[in-house]
T-cell receptor, first 110, second 112 residues
Framework: QKEVEQNSGPLSVPEGAIASLNCTYSDRGSQSFFWYRQYSGKSPELIMFIYSNGDKEDGRFTAQLNKASQYVSLLIRDSQPSDSATYLC??????????FGKGTRLHILP | EAGVAQSPRYKIIEKRQSVAFWCNPISGHATLYWYQQILGQGPKLLIQFQNNGVVDDSQLPKDRFSAERLKGVDSTLKIQPAKLEDSAVYLCAGGWGNSPLHFGNGTRLTVT
């Protein structure tokens, strides 16, 4: 049973455009949601976290959470070539387990 | 603030051999996680500790994998005997409450 679903991509976005990454989760009791960026050969690094419904903005990044739809997304504005990476969605479920999706590969086209 | 320390960074072993990985989380990390990440996939949770107790090990192949966290600080993950399909990056992460995880650099294991 898949608990956190992401489109594996690759998602190709022109430089300067908005990249939109999506994630759905199965445990309706989940309370905490995280987006990590992972460069090839490196460990995941935290980009955003969100706990409440709505939007949360941090610089060029916006996380959006809709608990009714069990959906969380990450928007990257003014995409840069350095944003090319795999983006991992992670969800802390009601059992306090943090489960990761398979990740979405993002390519920013110069 | 020191990060999550893991060692070794790389390990190459033959199948049926044993291997151990070590993790020292950031001071204050009550929760410690071991994840297995196979190339092209997301991290898969193997085991979760809360202080020195196991919270969840449902995904740990207990016939060959074992882990401990003595004194609620550092942790070791062992594989004995290793199989080819164990080739992966083993990530240790720490946290507390519902806060985001802090990852170590990982150990890349190659089983030949």
């Amino acid at each position: 049973q898949k608990e956190v679903e992401q489109n594996s991509g690759p998602l190709s976005v022109p430089e300067g455009a908005i990249a939109s990454l999506n994630c759905t989760y199965s445990d309706r009791g989940s309370q905490s949601f995280f987006w990590y960026r992972q460069y090839s050969g490196k460990s995941p690094e935290l980009i955003m976290f969100i706990y409440s419904n709505g939007d949360k903005e941090d610089g060029r990044f916006t996380a959006q959470l809709n608990k009714a739809s069990q959906y969380v997304s990450l928007l990257i504005r003014d995409s840069q070539p350095s944003d090319s990476a795999t983006y991992l969605c992670a969800v802390m479920n009601r059992d306090d387990k943090i489960i990761f999706g398979k990740g979405t590969r993002l390519h920013i086209l110069p | 603030e020191a990060g999550v320390a893991q060692s070794p960074r790389y390990k190459i072993i033959e199948k049926r051999q044993s291997v151990a990985f070590w993790c020292n989380p950031i001071s204050g990390h009550a929760t410690l996680y071991w994840y297995q990440q196979i190339l092209g996939q997301g991290p898969k949770l193997l085991i979760q500790f809360q202080n020195n107790g196991v919270v969840d090990d449902s995904q740990l192949p207990k016939d060959r994998f074992s882990a401990e966290r003595l004194k609620g600080v550092d942790s070791t993950l062992k594989i004995q005997p290793a199989k080819l399909e164990d080739s992966a990056v083993y990530l240790c992460a720490g946290g507390w409450g519902n806060s985001p995880l802090h990852f170590g650099n990982g150990t890349r294991l190659t089983v030949t």
